[in-house]
């Protein structure tokens, strides 16, 4: 039976998969809803039906969004390591007293956003652990003292875990904190914190942080008063199909009660050095067929709620980001100068991915790359830094030209003063 919403190519491809596979991608290719047991049934796939599913959700993808490939100029600040809520999923917190412990005081904070508007960076993306030696007000200070300097750049800062920390050292309501913040500059904060949105998942990744309700109630405040949001899933652990299922369906029910989210980002699981890991809990992270199948049923299941999604290049690395990105996803992420996401979980795919490697990519997928702002306006679209003649792009941030003569310029921030190497950031980031 010939599909009316397909291609010809797709409709082929549909001609041959499994029945039940079948009807969720017609329905899906009619703007039906899939429900949490369609996604049940596409996170089973595999050979012609995994085909069907991804070239699906890449059709969706190309009705919802278009042809662009987009990506962020963005700077990574981590201003503290300091942690003690020891998720063990996260390689990263440390305790004060520990030799790889840092924190950055608000002018080394000041100058590395600084060091990335220079560079035409337009976003700080910050997030840090939880110290309670900085105090509660830490984030307004922050917030002030980065928009001061520099008005106009976008501040993407604060999980709702922070938000939550912040409210609970100040004893103002998490409404009220956020509405502070958003009053001094804050433009929009990260979903991160939401790992697997099951009390029981959460129980074993981490005892002591926020709730699942508490981030569902935090950023559910954050959109009311005004602060977008990203929203995350972090696979590949202790999870099963029917977390990622409930957790899709989750975030597109909030999404249609605020509208808040820009964009839904799956994280894979960076699995070598936590605990969770090496305590033999959890799995070496998301096999291939299972990050397709992540962002395309994200697709399927969120593209008409949230039509950006974007592929974690630090954790998927290039070529299976490529891969996602032909599975429904249609934002690259940015290029996270001074990434610590995944390092010191074990990810090995650099800190740090200029525009001319974005280009590059996205241009072999036969697609437009655009650079673009935090909440998806298009700066500049088409190929503005690729040089096919010269295809050895800058993999570090300090190798790139232009960077250089800024960097020579400032003081060396604190981890670099002491020589030390700070591998890690908080795993769900
Ligand atoms: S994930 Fe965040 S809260 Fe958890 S230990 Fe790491 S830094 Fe601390």
């Not at 949105?197 to 981030?215: C, E, F, G």
């Not at 299922?245 to 839904?264: D, P, S, V, Y």
């Not at 070598?272 to 697709?299: F, I, S």
Request: glycine content about 8%; hydrophobic content about 40%; proline content about 6%.
């Amino acid at each position: 039976m010939v599909n009316e919403f397909a291609t010809p190519q797709l409709d082929q491809l549909l001609c041959s998969v499994s029945k039940p596979v079948g009807c969720i991608l017609d329905k899906a290719l009619a703007d039906q809803e899939i429900s949490v047991s369609d996604a049940l049934v596409l996170f089973q796939t595999r050979g012609l039906d995994l085909l069907a599913l991804t070239a699906t959700a890449d059709e969706l993808r190309r009705r919802q969004v278009g042809e662009r490939i987009t990506y962020v100029k963005v700077r990574n600040i981590n201003f503290t390591n300091v942690c003690y809520t020891a998720c063990k999923f996260c390689a990263f917190g440390r305790p004060e007293k520990d030799a790889e412990a840092y924190t950055f005081n608000l002018e080394e904070v000041v100058q590395q956003a600084v060091e990335a508007w220079n560079w035409g960076c337009t976003e700080i993306c910050m997030q840090g652990g939880l110290n309670p030696k900085l105090g509660g007000d830490i984030y307004l200070r922050l917030v002030r003292a980065i928009k001061t300097a520099l008005p106009n750049l976008h501040l993407h800062a604060f999980s709702p875990f922070e938000i939550q920390y912040a409210s609970q050292l100040t004893g103002k309501p998490p409404e009220y904190v956020l509405r502070e913040l958003k009053e001094a500059g804050l433009g929009s904060i990260p979903g991160t914190a939401a790992e697997i949105l099951d009390t029981d998942i959460r129980q074993v990744l981490t005892k002591n942080k926020l709730s699942a309700a508490a981030w569902i109630e935090i950023i559910k405040t954050a959109h009311r008063v005004g602060l977008p949001s990203t929203a995350t899933i972090m696979y590949g652990h202790v999870d099963a199909p029917h977390h990622w299922a409930n957790h899709l369906a989750l975030i597109r029910q909030i999404q249609r009660e605020t509208g808040g989210f820009t964009e839904f980002v799956p994280l894979g699981f960076i699995h070598q050095n936590t605990r969770l890991y090496t305590e033999g809990q959890a799995r070496p992270g998301p096999t291939g067929p299972e990050h397709l199948k992540m962002h395309a049923v994200a697709r399927l299941m969120l593209g008409q709620d949230i039509p950006n999604l974007q592929v974690s290049w630090v954790k998927l690395g290039p070529a299976m980001s490529q891969m996602c990105l032909s599975a429904g996803a249609n934002d690259f992420g940015g290029t996270l100068i001074n990434e610590r996401i995944s390092r010191m979980a074990g990810a090995t795919s650099g800190q740090y991915m200029p525009p001319e490697e974005f280009e590059r990519l996205i241009l072999d997928l036969g697609r437009i790359p655009a650079q673009r702002t935090t909440l998806y306006h298009i700066l500049r679209e088409g190929q503005r830094h690729y040089n096919p003649a010269r295809p050895q792009t800058m993999r570090s941030f300090e190798a790139s030209q232009p960077i250089q003569s800024v960097m020579v310029t400032t003081q060396p921030c604190h981890f670099e003063a002491v020589g030390r190497e700070i591998y890690g950031a908080p795993q769900q980031c």
